[in-house]
């Protein structure tokens, strides 16, 4: 364990404590807030996007943290909801920096601290660092990592650490702000003297990580405002044409100043930085979907899932166009920016595990509804988890790969996967094999698994088997709605029902069957379930297969299963199996959806991570289910 101490130093002169007292100046480190190192002059100050002051103090006093963030984002934030502030997937950018086993990292500007969360699982020690003590006290309870250190601070005149202690820097949505409260020199001096004070602090291989927007972007050219100054147009006029715009408009100077890509190269290499490299994040640095690499190899766009209308075609025809070209390079909308890039960095050692290198990454995918970033090459898909349930699950998936595998029959449809480890965080490898087209014997092979499944079937009360389930995630997402009582009502309306129980692959759709030279492979076996009525796969095979080919929302379906209105449409290659789910009791329904419910949730780091659109979704499924259990 390491003490956090032994690379600080004094922010007002960078000399060294004795005893906690600066031995030039006699600057005091005194820690608050149960452990919190104060170094900032302004000790009121408060910034976090719209959340107000009042409001996340009362969140940090709560004793349940995560409960009082769901609620108070709902009431306060619907637009972003606590996803935003809680979720390590936001974290992803940083698997291009120097991330290991013996890396010291500092997050300047941590904010609610998404990026420091998701390198902790990966480093030797991470220090956050804001100007808001309330982040602060926020990111310390929301995490408990041993290996973090909170700092207080960052308006001193250095950074208080020693010469050459770091190993990476993250500052992302900082660089552009630093001007706008050091009104002391032009912004760009402003800037340059901070990145040569990060310099100092670096290792000499060290890298500093900036996510930041791009001046010339494209949404700026077609009317969006500047996410800073406010003004539109306001990145691509002239710097004394926007600072008198701004002058004029909201009575100060303009001082956040961004740049092309040219501008950031020459300002860290002016600043000390070599190697400096720009890619590029889809959409944004802050909700990153996907990471393109034009300094190492042109990337590929992922397909969109679903039924989009013809705006949004458009928009990702648009998308699937840009980004790989060189255009991204010189005019997307934001970049993340490394130095020092031919240094190792995590993406390129996850990599290094099967001989591989940036040039064969084919997809880099923030993958937030399962807490991972995906990794595609020719060959091999990498899962890279974003915070420790999310690594936890991918052993357990190993775990339920092999354990099936006794069983000599289910060999052949399992997919080949091995788990490695950086500082202890599982990495899931999945060797891709070669992928046919889907015929009539892909879909003869899928029911010879289902026929096979069921053979050692045996009955036993459905609330028994309700009981059996791994229910605990959609249990505590109840209690957050104030409908604990839920499953205990299917489970006391389901004593007297029998029902035939065997494993569950629980998620069995067209998406996770791959047709391969091989035979079938089914992957993502994350939902599994050791006992479960034997329709729960036939469940899930109709009903995705319905929401696939007639574009039928999910709701719906499901409304229609439990009120036994559903009829599968012709073109539904499972409709055969329909007649048996038609056959279970109503119950037997419900506590699929509710097991999906569970296991999906179980995809986050805590039931309160819930992205807006899942929990309206999610809630809808309630609401579904109770209507229904109070009609029978």
């Given at each position: 364990?390491?003490?956090?101490?032994?690379?600080?130093?004094?922010?007002?002169?960078?000399?060294?404590?004795?005893?906690?007292?600066?031995?030039?100046?006699?600057?005091?480190?005194?820690?608050?807030?149960?452990?919190?190192?104060?170094?900032?002059?302004?000790?009121?100050?408060?910034?976090?996007?719209?959340m107000?002051?009042?409001?996340?103090?009362?969140?940090?006093?709560?004793e349940?943290?995560?409960?009082?963030?769901?609620?108070?984002?709902?009431?306060?934030?619907?637009?972003?909801?606590?996803?935003?502030?809680?979720e390590?997937?936001?974290?992803?950018?940083?698997?291009?920096?120097?991330?290991?086993?013996?890396?010291?990292?500092?997050?300047?500007?941590?904010?609610?601290?998404?990026?420091?969360?998701?390198?902790?699982l990966?480093?030797?020690?991470?220090?956050?660092?804001?100007?808001?003590?309330?982040?602060?006290?926020?990111?310390?309870?929301?995490?408990?990592?041993e290996?973090?250190?909170?700092?207080?601070?960052?308006?001193?005149k250095?950074?208080p650490f020693?010469?050459?202690?770091?190993?990476?820097?993250?500052?992302?949505?900082?660089?552009?702000?630093?001007?706008?409260?050091?009104?002391?020199?032009p912004?760009?001096?402003?800037?340059?003297?901070?990145?040569?004070?990060?310099?100092?602090?670096?290792?000499?291989?060290?890298?500093?990580?900036?996510g930041?927007?791009?001046?010339?972007?494209?949404?700026?050219?077609?009317?969006?405002?500047?996410?800073h100054s406010?003004?539109?147009?306001?990145?691509?006029?002239?710097?004394?044409?926007?600072?008198?715009?701004?002058?004029?408009?909201?009575?100060k100077?303009?001082?956040?100043?961004?740049?092309?890509?040219?501008?950031?190269?020459?300002?860290?290499?002016?600043?000390?930085f070599?190697?400096?490299?720009?890619?590029?994040?889809?959409?944004?640095?802050r909700?990153?979907?996907?990471?393109?690499?034009?300094?190492?190899?042109?990337?590929?766009?992922?397909a969109?899932?679903?039924?989009?209308?013809?705006?949004?075609k458009?928009?990702?025809?648009?998308?699937?166009?840009?980004?790989?070209s060189?255009?991204s390079?010189?005019?997307?909308?934001?970049?993340?920016?490394?130095?020092?890039?031919?240094?190792?960095?995590?993406?390129?050692?996850v990599?290094?595990?099967?001989?591989?290198h940036?040039?064969?990454?084919?997809?880099?995918?923030?993958?937030?509804?399962?807490?991972?970033?995906?990794?595609?090459?020719?060959?091999?898909?990498?899962?890279?988890?974003?915070h420790?349930?999310?690594?936890?699950?991918?052993?357990?998936?190993?775990?339920t790969?092999?354990?099936?595998?006794?069983?000599?029959?289910?060999?052949?449809?399992?997919?080949?996967?091995?788990?490695?480890?950086?500082?202890?965080?599982?990495?899931?490898?999945?060797?891709k094999?070669?992928?046919?087209?889907?015929?009539?014997?892909?879909?003869?092979?899928?029911?010879?698994?289902?026929?096979l499944?069921?053979?050692?079937?045996?009955?036993k009360?459905?609330?028994?088997?309700?009981?059996?389930?791994?229910?605990?995630n959609v249990?505590?997402?109840?209690?957050?709605?104030?409908?604990?009582?839920?499953?205990?009502?299917?489970?006391?309306?389901s004593?007297?029902?029998?029902?035939p129980?065997?494993?569950?692959?629980?998620?069995?759709?067209?998406?996770?069957?791959?047709?391969?030279?091989?035979?079938?492979?089914?992957?993502?076996?994350?939902?599994?379930?050791?006992?479960?009525?034997?329709?729960?796969?036939?469940?899930?095979?109709?009903?995705?297969?319905?929401?696939?080919?007639?574009?039928?929302p999910?709701?719906?379906?499901?409304?229609?299963?439990?009120?036994?209105?559903?009829?599968?449409?012709?073109?539904?290659?499972?409709?055969?199996?329909?007649?048996?789910?038609?056959?279970?009791?109503?119950?037997?329904?419900?506590?699929?959806f509710?097991?999906?419910?569970?296991?999906?949730?179980?995809?986050?780091?805590?039931?309160?991570?819930v992205?807006?659109?899942?929990?309206?979704?999610?809630?809808?499924?309630?609401?579904?289910?109770?209507?229904?259990?109070?009609?029978?």
């Amino acid at each position: 364990m390491m003490n956090p101490e032994q690379i600080l130093s004094c922010p007002n002169c960078k000399n060294n404590f004795t005893q906690n007292t600066c031995r030039n100046c006699g600057f005091i480190l005194d820690q608050v807030n149960g452990g919190i190192y104060q170094m900032a002059k302004n000790k009121n100050f408060y910034f976090r996007e719209k959340m107000p002051q009042p409001i996340l103090a009362e969140i940090n006093k709560s004793e349940d943290i995560f409960a009082a963030t769901y609620a108070a984002f709902k009431k306060t934030l619907p637009w972003k909801y606590d996803f935003y502030a809680l979720e390590s997937n936001r974290g992803a950018g940083t698997i291009l920096s120097k991330l290991g086993p013996d890396s010291i990292v500092l997050d300047y500007g941590a904010g609610w601290g998404n990026l420091a969360k998701f390198a902790s699982l990966y480093c030797k020690h991470v220090f956050a660092m804001d100007l808001t003590l309330e982040s602060l006290e926020f990111c310390d309870k929301t995490s408990k990592h041993e290996n973090m250190t909170f700092i207080h601070g960052g308006d001193y005149k250095y950074l208080p650490f020693k010469d050459k202690s770091l190993d990476a820097v993250f500052l992302n949505g900082v660089l552009e702000w630093i001007p706008e409260y050091d009104l002391s020199a032009p912004p760009r001096t402003i800037q340059l003297n901070f990145l040569k004070e990060i310099r100092r602090a670096l290792k000499d291989d060290g890298q500093v990580f900036i996510g930041i927007e791009n001046r010339i972007g494209f949404p700026y050219f077609f009317g969006k405002s500047d996410e800073h100054s406010k003004i539109r147009f306001g990145t691509l006029m002239p710097r004394v044409l926007a600072d008198l715009v701004s002058r004029i408009k909201f009575h100060k100077p303009y001082r956040t100043f961004t740049y092309g890509p040219r501008g950031y190269k020459h300002l860290l290499k002016e600043a000390g930085f070599e190697d400096n490299a720009i890619n590029v994040p889809a959409s944004d640095y802050r909700e990153i979907i996907q990471i393109f690499l034009p300094e190492a190899k042109k990337s590929s766009v992922s397909a969109p899932e679903g039924d989009l209308n013809w705006k949004r075609k458009v928009k990702n025809l648009a998308r699937r166009l840009f980004y790989p070209s060189f255009l991204s390079k010189y005019f997307a909308h934001a970049f993340l920016i490394t130095s020092n890039w031919h240094e190792p960095n995590l993406l390129k050692d996850v990599l290094l595990m099967k001989g591989e290198h940036l040039k064969d990454a084919k997809k880099v995918v923030n993958n937030n509804l399962k807490g991972t970033i995906l990794v595609e090459t020719e060959n091999y898909i990498y899962k890279i988890p974003a915070h420790s349930k999310a690594s936890a699950n991918l052993k357990t998936e190993i775990n339920t790969i092999e354990e099936l595998a006794k069983s000599g029959w289910i060999s052949p449809y399992l997919p080949k996967i091995e788990l490695a480890s950086i500082n202890s965080t599982n990495i899931q490898i999945i060797t891709k094999e070669k992928q046919v087209k889907k015929d009539k014997g892909y879909f003869v092979e899928i029911k010879k698994f289902l026929d096979l499944k069921n053979r050692d079937a045996q009955y036993k009360s459905l609330s028994d088997a309700i009981q059996d389930l791994d229910l605990q995630n959609v249990r505590g997402y109840l209690r957050l709605n104030e409908k604990s009582d839920l499953i205990d009502r299917l489970i006391a309306k389901s004593t007297e029902i029998k029902t035939p129980v065997a494993f569950a692959h629980g998620d069995l759709h067209t998406n996770n069957i791959l047709a391969t030279a091989g035979g079938i492979k089914i992957i993502d076996w994350e939902f599994y379930a050791k006992k479960a009525p034997t329709e729960f796969d036939l469940i899930s095979l109709v009903l995705y297969e319905e929401t696939f080919v007639k574009k039928t929302p999910y709701h719906d379906l499901m409304e229609r299963f439990l009120n036994q209105t559903f009829v599968p449409s012709p073109e539904n290659n499972f409709s055969e199996l329909f007649p048996i789910i038609k056959a279970a009791h109503p119950l037997v329904l419900v506590g699929h959806f509710l097991y999906q419910l569970s296991q999906a949730l179980g995809r986050y780091e805590n039931v309160a991570f819930v992205p807006y659109q899942k929990d309206q979704k999610y809630k809808k499924t309630l609401e579904i289910i109770e209507k229904y259990m109070e009609s029978i």
